[in-house]
């Protein structure tokens, strides 16, 4: 029999539940709100951040998680000080308010994993008094600016679980409905098809809406990052300012944090590599302040983000020499590599051009751990860099990880799909088109020598094996893949269209297996690999045919 205490403790996990859930979207607030006041001494911004602290001090005292309650209430008291004049924005007071930001995520972190969320606060609070203390009076404000208090969309949490399964149960919907077209298509059904036809249309309609549910503004990720860069700014003795374009962007929560190590990575490299110091800045021709850019655009079922600088960029001939240096490249094959080549070597493990290690960057071990993060959430990612302008990395990315496009090819008579973000184009190669040279077979597509490679060869043969013979004269399929690298040219046996699959992992028992990104089901119930075209071509030196790369490719 439930009793009345067994109902307040119920009510009480629920407080707290629904408490952990709005303090973190508080948190995330908190720290773009104070680093903008940094920038922008407004009165209604003052009091708009005093309101988040107000609330979160109140919610952590009535579920009683005293610590997150008392250090928010040492914040407020000098976010009071400063809304009656008492002190001035500072330098000081924004570190002091972001390490509050820190130490209450902390703390929730600590709540959420079922603690009381309890750490010593004593030394931030002594910083918080011994500003309060301080007698410098605030400039007079410049007025409040009008607000107006937007409508609050109504919303309903539901956990990540439940999502997960819906996405499940949208997969096998999907591979139900590829069979009934391929049954369609067999028994020239045209009632049939008509039917499939409704089907997908509401397929598509509910893939949307759960898809949606997942997705949340790309902006919660890019403000995670403006502290992070006002900070790695000042330890370097930099003036930079981030800008942020496409914050509605809308994209996947989990892909959302899986993101946010590798992009750390890519933030200190431009901060700490990319921009200049303000007296190189001057020499250059630049202003003081150096530029780095945050963007994310939607490009149909893809999401593509930008982290770019307007700094001194990537000197591809340092990028080889120390490539040479580190044993990453024979000096020969390193010649051989073109400017873009050669830049795309920073992907390389254990390569650094930085001229001395800090503790922000600079020991050879952020690069390749970028891209092994993207890889792994089945991206890209590129560089583009032009010396004394700056650098840009894009990664791209599907918008949601279960449901693919793909190019569907057949290769010594077995299906294999193709990652539509690989595929740049597809196209017909006559044998007399293909050149040798030097370092290998190459296609001159309008002009651009590209590496032409046959997926036979790299499905099935062993490594070191020589490539085999082409039989015949006639013209094969071929497609364009686009890898860190640059652009190859992959011929195949039969190109079968675009489709939507749904991706599953590998088994345990198979392990990782290189070149396969996981597995999806045919129309007709048969099992293709799904291809990761980035680690099928991704290979050793002495595991591949020399190519027009020279030697190890990046």
């Known amino acids: 029999m439930t009793t009345e205490s067994d109902l ?272 190189e800045r001057e020499r250059a021709g630049k202003p003081p302040e150096g530029l780095v850019r945050l963007s994310a655009d939607r490009r149909g079922d893809n999401v593509v983000l930008t982290v770019s600088d307007d700094g001194a960029g990537i000197d591809p001939r340092r990028v080889r020499a120390s490539a040479v240096k580190l044993g990453v490249l024979a000096q020969e094959a390193a010649d051989a590599l073109t400017d873009d080549q050669a830049v795309r070597l920073i992907f390389s493990s254990g390569l650094s051009t930085a001229a001395a290690v800090s503790d922000i960057s600079g020991r050879g071990v952020g690069m390749d751990v970028v891209r092994q993060s993207v890889r792994q959430l089945r991206g890209n990612i590129d560089v583009r860099t032009e010396l004394g302008r700056g650098t840009a990395f894009t990664i791209e990315l599907p918008l949601v990880l279960a449901i693919l496009q793909v190019l569907v090819v057949r290769a010594d008579g077995q299906p294999y799909a193709i990652p539509l973000v690989n595929v740049h184009e597809t196209l017909l190669v006559e044998p007399t088109a293909v050149k040798t040279m030097q370092h290998g077979e190459v296609l001159f597509l309008r002009g651009t020598p590209l590496p032409v490679r046959d997926l036979r060869d790299w499905l099935a043969a062993a490594p070191g094996q020589p490539a085999r013979e082409t039989a015949g004269d006639g013209a094969r399929p071929a497609v364009v893949v686009g890898l860190e690298r640059g652009k190859e040219v992959l011929t195949v046996d039969e190109l079968m269209g675009k489709r939507q699959v749904v991706i599953k992992p590998l088994s345990d028992y198979l392990g990782y297996v290189r070149g396969v990104a996981g597995s999806a089901i045919m129309d007709d119930g048969t099992v293709m690999m799904v291809l990761d075209v980035e680690g099928l071509l991704f290979v050793q030196e002495s595991d591949l045919p020399r190519s027009a790369h020279g030697g190890r490719s990046a």
Do not use: W
């Not at 009510?11 to 408490?19: T, Y």
């Not at 209604?44 to 579920?63: N, P, Q």
């Open 8 to 279: 307040d403790a119920q009510l009480l996990a629920q407080m707290r539940e629904d408490f952990l859930a709005e303090s973190g979207d508080i948190l995330e607030r908190l720290g773009p709100k104070l680093v903008e006041l940094e920038r922008d001494n407004r009165r209604d911004l003052i009091e708009d951040i005093f309101r988040e602290v107000h609330t979160l001090k109140g919610a952590a005292g009535f579920v009683s998680l005293n610590g997150i309650q008392g250090l928010a209430h040492k914040m407020e008291d000098t976010l009071d000080a400063l809304r009656h004049n008492k002190i001035a924005v500072t330098a000081e007071l924004i570190d002091a308010g972001l390490s509050c930001v820190d130490l209450l995520s902390a703390m929730r972190d600590d709540a959420l994993a079922g603690g009381e969320g309890q750490m010593d606060i004593a030394p931030l609070a002594a910083r918080l008094e011994a500003i309060q203390a301080g007698d410098i009076v605030a400039p007079a404000a410049a007025g409040e600016a009008a607000r107006s208090p937007g409508e609050a969309a109504g919303s309903l949490r539901v956990d990540t679980a439940t999502m997960d399964r819906l996405m499940v149960e949208m997969g096998e919907l999907i591979t139900a409905r590829n069979a009934l077209l391929a049954d369609a298509a067999r028994l020239k059904d045209d009632a049939l098809s008509e039917d499939v036809t409704s089907i997908s249309r509401l397929i598509r309609q509910l893939q949307d809406a759960v898809t949606s549910a997942r997705m949340a503004p790309v902006e919660r990720l890019f403000n995670r990052f403006i502290p992070v860069v006002r900070k790695l700014a000042r330890e370097r003795g930099k003036l930079v300012r981030l800008k942020i374009e496409g914050a509605q962007t809308p994209m996947d929560r989990t892909v959302s944090e899986l993101l946010y190590e590798p992009m750390v990575h890519l933030m200190r490299n431009a901060v700490d590599h990319g921009l200049e110091t303000e007296a």
